[in-house]
């Protein structure tokens, strides 16, 4: 009894944080110049992807993330934007996986990619302050240096560095998120946030290919403390590469046996009106678990599938 009582104290006192943490990511994206929009949680089709499946409800579909449709909010002339929202993923519960979790995202018209990491650098400093942490965060054993600018590294460096198996060969044998997960995602971030950036093109779907290297796309994402913590990228605007892209996520669902879903025409139609833009996507629970020192994802959220 004893140490449920302290576990639960802990839990209110974790939950507390989240509160205060998301009342600081609001007013820092006010200070920004961002509108929050809601956008709906049902969709008629959500984004092919080959290995996130969304929830099925109804005829429809619960969002994997909001990005189909302010992706369409910027189509129609909104330049900066951002939500904090439920997405919902079937098969996703680990230390740090919920098949229902929060999801902040933004995105900023006539933006890269490189404006995007800046903008993370300056909400962590910001939610650093707001929460006493100033530009130092204790997480596990270790003390994490917030102070900018923060490193950046290419994932072909990150394979040369730290994998056993060549960029290529992990490409080629399908071994890319074994490597990442085993091999470089450990040493990322450990005392002071890092950037991995510059995807191979096969794995940026939505991305726009880095000018002049064709071969990777303007992606990026965060670690801190070893905990992947965004995906964001320079988007990709060009319906017609767009839909291809999309193919080919479909035509790999299909080699795994996986359900193909409807194509998001309407969002494919309005890419066409869409200006360039640079838009982000960062795990919210996990951002919290940082700030709390929390090694699972339970401890930062009231409830889990779990307890209900």
């Known amino acids: 009894m004893p140490f449920h009582k302290n576990r639960l104290a802990a839990k209110k006192e974790a939950l507390k944080l989240r ?4 009342r600081a990511i609001r007013d820092f994206f006010f200070i920004q110049g961002y509108t929050e929009v809601e956008t709906p949680y049902r969709i008629p089709s959500p984004i092919p992807e080959a290995h996130i499946h969304p929830e099925v409800s109804g005829p429809w579909f619960l969002h994997t993330s909001p990005e189909i449709c302010m992706k369409q909010m910027l189509a129609a002339g909104y330049d900066r934007i951002y939500q904090i929202c439920r997405c919902f993923r079937q098969g996703e519960r680990g230390q740090r996986h919920l098949p229902e979790f929060t999801l902040l995202e933004w995105y900023a018209a006539g933006k890269d990619y490189h404006y995007l990491m800046r903008e993370c650098e300056s909400l962590f400093g910001y939610l650093g302050h707001q929460t006493g942490n100033d530009l130092r965060l204790s997480y596990g054993d270790r003390s994490i240096d917030l102070t900018p600018p923060w490193p950046h590294r290419t994932v072909a460096e990150s394979f040369e560095l730290y994998s056993p198996v060549p960029l290529d060969q992990a490409m080629a044998e399908n071994r890319f998120d074994e490597m990442m997960g085993l091999h470089i995602e450990p040493h990322l971030g450990i005392d002071k946030p890092e950037f991995l950036i510059d995807y191979p093109s096969s ?19 965060l670690y801190i403390g070893g905990i992947e913590l965004c995906n964001g990228f320079s988007e990709l605007t060009d319906p017609t590469e767009q839909l291809r892209r999309f193919d080919i996520e479909q035509q790999a669902r299909t080699a ?3 359900t193909l879903w409807p194509m998001p025409e309407i969002f494919l139609a309005a890419l066409s009106s869409m200006p360039e833009a640079a838009g982000n996507a960062m795990g919210l629970d996990r951002l919290i678990m940082l700030f709390a020192d929390a090694s699972n994802i339970d401890a930062v959220t009231a409830f889990v599938p779990e307890d209900l």
């Open 19 to 22: 509160a205060a943490i998301i």
């Open 203 to 221: 794995l940026g779907a939505l991305a726009r290919r880095k000018p002049g290297t064709p071969q990777v796309v303007e992606r990026f994402e």
């Open 256 to 258: 795994a046996g996986h």
